[in-house]
């Protein structure tokens, strides 16, 4: 898979620590995240699907993570980093082992597929 992002030769330099600073605090905050947990969901306020999200893992009784950032009236700008950081344009973001596995409905998919439980390492 290949995503589509600006090679840095075509960036001038002047822009380049600009452009690589732009909200990084967040991003490290989510890998630090990644880092210690095996799960982490990334959400947001006042949307519903993480909520859902965090619902199906709390009855399953699965450990995670919870970051949320601003709500559909706030911080949009800053939760930009995460979608250009990940590619992934919705909340929540999931990710089970370092890797991003998308939000709810992929979740759920996986979890019907039993491959969620075998990323959680428990097949």
Not at 12 to 31: G, R
Not at 40 to 67: C, H, I
Not at 88 to 117: C, K, Q, R, T, Y
Request: glycine share 8%; aromatic share 8%; charged share 15%.
């Amino acid at each position: 898979m290949s995503r589509h992002i600006l090679d840095s030769a075509k960036i001038h330099p002047a822009i380049q620590e600009t452009i690589a600073s732009n909200n990084a605090d967040i991003v490290l905050q989510v890998q630090d995240a990644i880092a210690q947990h095996k799960v982490v969901v990334v959400g947001m306020a006042q949307n519903p699907v993480p909520k859902k999200t965090r619902k199906t893992l709390d009855s399953m009784g699965v450990e995670y993570a919870y970051l949320e950032y601003g709500s559909y009236l706030s911080m949009w700008y800053r939760r930009n980093a995460l979608k250009m950081w990940t590619g992934w344009a919705s909340f929540p973001m999931i990710f089970v082992s370092g890797v991003l596995i998308g939000g709810n409905n992929d979740l759920n998919a996986l979890i019907e597929s039993g491959e969620f439980a075998t990323l959680l390492g428990e097949s």
